[in-house]
């Protein structure tokens, strides 16, 4: 059996080998082989012991020898050493290598392959590796609880950053940097235009916790983690608005932001053509334009609201080709125009005021010379080789109708005379053109008028008690009517003939009603003139085409016999009196007027008998009444019923005898009862 050394001790250990001498013949003599070995490390604790050799020192007794053993078989039980055993250190004092002497052996250790340097290194950079995930791991457990709860890192709102902030403190943090220049006006642009809405007027408001909401949580991603700390994400504010009122809000501001297209052009600085290049419309679209204000509104830039372009046909350079083949020679030179005797001058200054310029679709500009433009440049120069016409008239004189005669004039055709003007235009030298003269009718001849048969009064009314305003504005209709000629067929329209009716036309401001309320506007009082004057055509037995009884009744007019006139500010003709004239004569319109009265009369051949019965009035309905807020111009008034009625006009013709009647039915409604507010604490003032 092994025995147990212990390894501690100084001796130095020996080992006993029995050799065969070959001269002793089957004897066996002990030999004694000695490995001197100093400072051995201890090996692995589980080192089998009975591999241990005896390195005490000290013989064993007899009956504890163990059996001779071959070196093989010391060697097999040896435990298998550690990869990196390599630091095992034995140091040997004077060990000759192998083969030095005949009879001694020496161990020494192989230095390590490739292979083992390769497995070395991988072990080493696996451990590396583990701990960098190791530690990864850590930072990242420890991010999730420190974050948790947190708006996502890099969250910016409206360039607001809450990243990294609870829910709490995020809405906090906008509610301080956004939420004051929320009352401001926003911004609006299209590309260089800009307007302003009220936030508020527009029912723009924020709400913080949805915007919170919307940024979400931190990421689980790790990945995304730490993207987070190296970008930074836009998160749109939520609002709330009510999107028709935003949408009327746009509207509002539409014209400023909208632009009209813009054709090429040639202008004229004095003589000077000067081209001005197209620029395309911008219409904004509202729709669209509604989402991104309310996705931008709280943005610290202007709002782009989306647009279509509307383009144009002309190109800048079209215009340019314009303005060197056709506007610079146009002024370079004058034109002479060779009337009969005299000759008369377009100068450059009259040329460039009577030249016009408009796309020609294909990208340039076409010109044309404006002829009223230019005739009135060269006409006055050739007034003496010109004679006038002039038109039959018909007047009163001494109470009864004359024709006066018409005669007949000696013209220049300007058509025909400028006929060729653009082609002389672009020449450099023989710049003229021929007038060419006319014989020229009068366009009402005195035949024609002594064939209207205009010979008698075939109706007329009259009409009084008004203002001295109001007056004023008769007066000047009648005058703009008296003389009026209606051929057989024709219709005679009142507001056609006189057109607008405003200062410009010697019209002033009077009293009118307005939504049941005396007013004042200019042109006030022409209903009377209108009122006379169907009252006139009622009784000639002229056709009605158009007429409207006022909604209230003036006791001053016949009830249901009628009729009022408006027209829009532009002149536009709103409410108007029309009759046709069925009669065989012409009618001729005359007018007399006084400060108290006027008077229409229709002349022609009278055909007809005409006579009018008022039916009764029915249906009242009683007024109501209305105070007019202190400080508005008020009018008091007691008000009138309001009634129904019927007026039957019979037409007899004196021709032939045939008989019509026509009826016509009036609603008047109720003329309310108008109470003049009092000043504010007072009580208001009773009705007068």
Same mark, same amino acid.
């Given at each position: ?110 230095? &390590?392959?490739?292979? =083992?340097? %390769? ?19 850590? #930072? ?20 607001? =950053? ?68 190296? /970008? ?44 001005? +290049? ?6 904004? +679209? ?24 509307? &383009?144009?046909? /002309? ?20 034109? *002479? ?7 008369? !001058? ?13 796309? =020609? ?9 404006? #002829? ?17 016409? %002039?038109?039959a008239e018909i007047v009163l004189e001494g109470g009864a109708p004359v024709v006066r005669p018409s005669t007949d004039g000696i013209g220049v055709d300007w058509? $025909? ?7 002389? #235009? ?60 209606? %051929? ?110 006027? !008077?229409?009369?229709?002349?022609? /051949? ?19 009444? $209305? ?10 008034? %007691? ?16 021709? /032939? ?8 039915? *009036? ?22």
């Open positions: 059996m092994p025995e147990n050394h212990d390894h501690r001790s100084g001796a130095e250990p020996s080992t006993e080998r029995m050799r065969t001498d070959p001269e002793r013949s089957g004897e066996a003599q002990p030999e004694t082989i000695v490995e001197q070995t100093t400072r051995i490390p201890p090996v692995q604790a589980d080192f089998d012991e009975r591999t241990r050799p005896n390195l005490s020192g000290a013989a064993k007794p007899e009956a504890q020898q163990p059996a001779p053993e071959s070196d093989a078989e010391r060697t097999a039980q040896i435990a298998a050493v550690p990869a990196d055993f390599s630091t095992f250190r034995i140091e040997t004092q004077a060990i000759p290598p192998v083969g030095a002497q005949p009879d001694g052996w020496a161990a020494a250790t192989p230095p &390590p392959s490739d292979a =083992d340097k %390769k497995r070395r290194g991988l072990i080493r950079a696996g451990i590396a590796a583990g701990a960098v995930v190791g530690a990864l791991v850590l #930072l990242y457990v420890g991010d999730l609880v420190f974050t948790s709860g947190q708006v996502p890192r890099g969250t910016v709102v409206a360039g607001v =950053d809450i990243g990294g902030l609870d829910e709490t403190a995020a809405e906090t943090e906008l509610r301080e940097k956004l939420g004051p220049g929320l009352n401001e006006p926003v911004e609006l642009r299209v590309g260089d235009r800009t307007a302003t809405i009220n936030p508020e007027q527009a029912g723009l408001q924020m709400d913080w916790t949805a915007t919170v909401q919307q940024a979400g949580s931190q990421p689980l991603n790790p990945f995304t983690r730490i993207a987070s700390l190296f /970008t930074t994400t836009e998160v749109a504010p939520v609002s709330h608005g009510d999107r028709e009122q935003l949408v009327q809000a746009l509207e509002q501001v539409r014209p400023q932001l909208d632009r009209a297209p813009a054709e090429g052009a040639i202008r004229f600085e004095g003589t000077k053509p000067v081209a001005v +290049d197209p620029i395309t419309g911008q219409a904004i +679209d509202v729709q669209r334009a509604t989402d991104e204000v309310l996705t931008h509104w709280a943005d610290d830039v202007a709002v782009q609201v989306p647009f279509t372009e509307q &383009p144009v046909s /002309t190109t800048s350079e079209g215009v340019q080709r314009a303005l060197r083949e056709v506007a610079q020679p146009a002024v370079s030179a004058p034109v *002479t125009v060779r009337g009969q005797g005299k000759d008369a !001058t377009l100068a450059p200054a009259a040329i460039a005021a009577a030249l016009r310029f408009e796309p =020609d679709g294909a990208g340039g500009l076409k010109s044309h010379v404006d #002829l009223p433009a230019a005739i009135g440049s060269v006409e006055p120069q050739l007034a003496d080789t010109i004679k006038p016409g %002039k038109d058509n $025909k005379s400028f006929e060729r003007i653009d082609e002389v #235009l672009r020449r450099p030298q023989d710049r003229a053109v021929q007038a060419i003269y006319v014989h020229e009718p009068a366009k009402f001849t005195t035949e024609q008028a002594n064939q209207m048969g205009i010979r008698e009064v075939v109706g007329e009314f009259t009409t009084g008690g008004f203002e001295a305003a109001s007056g004023v504005n008769i007066r000047r209709t009648a005058e703009q009517v008296n003389g009026a000629i209606i %051929k057989p067929g024709e219709v005679f329209s009142l507001n056609g003939h006189t057109g607008p009716r405003g200062i410009p036309q010697g019209y002033v401001e009077s009293g009118i009603i307005e939504n049941g309320r005396p007013g004042r506007a200019v042109g006030g009082g022409i209903s009377q003139f209108a009122t006379t004057l169907y009252n006139a055509s009622y009784f000639a037995g002229m056709q009605n085409v158009e007429h409207k009884a006022h909604s209230y009744y003036i006791s001053r007019y016949p009830a249901g016999r009628e009729a009022t006139v408006f027209q829009s500010p532009s002149g536009a003709s709103i409410i108007d009196v029309k009759f046709k004239n069925v009669a065989k004569s012409g009618i001729m319109i005359t007018t007399r007027w006084t400060p108290s009265s006027i !008077t229409v009369q229709l002349w022609g /051949t009278k055909q007809f008998d005409v006579s009018s019965q008022t039916g009764e009035r029915t249906s009242p309905t009683q007024p109501q009444e $209305k105070v007019v807020p202190p400080g508005e111009p008020c009018s008091p008034s %007691k008000g009138t019923p309001g009634f129904s009625v019927n007026d039957t006009r019979t037409i007899k013709d004196v021709t /032939t005898g045939q008989v019509r009647t026509e009826t016509q039915h *009036t609603v008047y409604n109720p003329q309310p009862i108008i109470h003049c507010g009092a000043p504010p604490g007072g009580a208001p003032a009773p009705p007068r």
